[in-house]
């Protein structure tokens, strides 16, 4: 984003850009016109951020945060806890059998998955995700875009059977109840003016907030779809509430896992660089389980 202009570039040492931005090849679509990097950044962290410094603009919360990051991966590699490995293969759960093998025996703790989601069937998904977390022990993540579009009552427009008079009242009382939620939100006070917004996108924010569970229950872990025992982290399932300077009017995320043994608690991220006493006693941990693992 320092090559975009979103964060201007400076002489400090921990600040990067997007290096991946010049070997883009000619006749690749250009980036969307509203795209930007806040966007890709948690309100909540930057709002964080303007409560331990006031003077903070969105622009200098949002610097702080992702140089937050950078310090947290360059201290960790530093102690050489960090090892990158890159693997471009193409896998489906009765393919590539020896790259499935590679990925189980790295024992993940974790695995992301971005949002394949919104184009894998569950079935086929969990049948991967499976095979890559044999060890045990690992929790898988995902997030997912286009859920509402296969979810009636997300839309405004699915409520107007209702009668005229019905639909005005659930209009009015979703709009109402949709703005409230919004002049909640950590950055409301980051604003001179309030963000302009269409008013139907707050009530169909409004209905996606009402319905996501639906998605979750019925299709993405659908009993018949999970091939065996999964346990969701039903704390973390939430669907993002819309913010003046985000495009998505909700993003699904979830997290699971096949390890029945393992707890899945929701934690709230501090946002802040960890100091050096934290990596330090980050660093005894994971040699511990580094030795643990070995032993």
């Known amino acids: 984003y320092s090559l975009t202009g979103d964060f201007a570039v400076t002489q400090d040492a921990d600040l990067v850009g997007s290096l991946s931005m010049w070997t ?14 806040l966007y890709a950044l948690s309100p909540a962290l930057m709002a964080n951020e303007r409560d331990q410094f006031p003077s903070f603009s969105i622009m200098d919360a949002a610097l702080a945060v992702a140089r937050n990051g ?13 090892d990158v490995r890159l693997l471009h293969e193409a896998i489906s ?20 998955w971005s949002n394949v989601p919104d184009y894998m069937h569950p079935a086929d998904l969990h049948a991967l995700a499976r095979k890559l977390s044999t060890r045990g022990d690992c929790v898988h993540f995902a997030y997912s875009m286009n859920w509402s579009a296969s979810v009636f009552g997300t839309n405004l427009m699915d409520y107007v059977r209702l009668g005229k008079e019905k639909f005005l009242r659930l209009l009015k009382m979703a709009f109402h109840l949709s703005r409230a939620a ?24 409004f209905f996606k907030s009402q319905n996501f569970e639906q998605w979750i229950d019925e299709w993405m872990f659908k009993p018949s779809f999970c091939g065996g025992p999964v346990q969701i982290g039903r704390d973390g399932v939430r669907a993002s509430e819309p913010y003046p300077l985000g495009r998505l009017l909700s993003v699904l995320c979830f997290a699971w896992t096949y390890d029945m043994e393992v707890s899945l608690q929701c934690v709230e991220s501090k946002g802040t660089c960890p100091s050096t006493e934290e990596v330090s006693a980050l660093v005894k941990q994971l040699q511990k389980l580094q030795h643990l693992s070995t032993c």
Do not use: C, Y
Not at 27 to 37: N, V, W, Y
Not at 99 to 111: E, K, P, T, W
Not at 182 to 205: G, I, K
């Open 24 to 37: 883009v090849p000619d006749g690749s679509p250009k980036i969307d016109h509203d795209e930007h990097a």
């Open 70 to 82: 950078v310090k947290r991966l360059r201290l960790l590699h530093r102690h050489k806890l960090v």
């Open 93 to 112: 759960s009765s393919t590539a059998p020896e790259v499935i093998r590679q990925i189980a025996d790295a024992h993940a703790f974790s695995m992301s």
């Open 182 to 205: 919004r002049e909640l939100s950590p950055l409301r006070d980051a604003f001179l003016a309030v963000p302009f917004t269409n008013e139907r996108n707050l009530t169909d924010a």
